[in-house]
């Protein structure tokens, strides 16, 4: 099976930066889609960004201008860089996948990512 292995989240002040990755291994030949969801609590999961292996991305509203999503497809890792984070940011991060081989989503362990001063 897939596996996506997530970078440690942090605690971090609200403005500072912050990088995830996450990488796919297994048994697969490409990966369509990577991204990356939240879920805050109390909150249902939400789309923060995803890339196809083209390099189309899409973001949600809020993160716009803010985080970046990028995605390195040797390495089938993908990354999302978040600038100016905000205390609303906090939330588990999830990394997201769609393998065209087996037609089904995967997803990460998920990372706490932390905004507080």
């Known amino acids: 099976q897939v596996q996506l292995v997530e970078s440690e989240g942090d605690l971090v002040q609200p403005g500072e930066s912050l990088r995830l990755s996450c990488t796919a291994s297994g048994s697969f030949f490409r990966i369509y889609t990577m991204g990356w969801y939240r879920q805050a609590p109390e909150k249902q999961r939400e789309l923060v960004a995803t890339i196809t292996r083209g390099g189309s991305t899409n973001y949600a509203e809020s993160v716009k201008g803010r985080f970046t999503i990028s995605r390195d497809n040797a390495k089938n890792t993908v990354y999302l860089q978040m600038n100016s984070l905000k205390p609303e940011d906090t939330a588990v991060y999830y990394c997201?996948?769609?393998?065209?081989?087996?037609?089904?989503?995967?997803w990460g362990q998920g990372t706490q990512v932390t905004v507080s001063s």
């Open positions: 997201y996948a769609f393998v065209p081989d087996s037609r089904a989503d995967y």
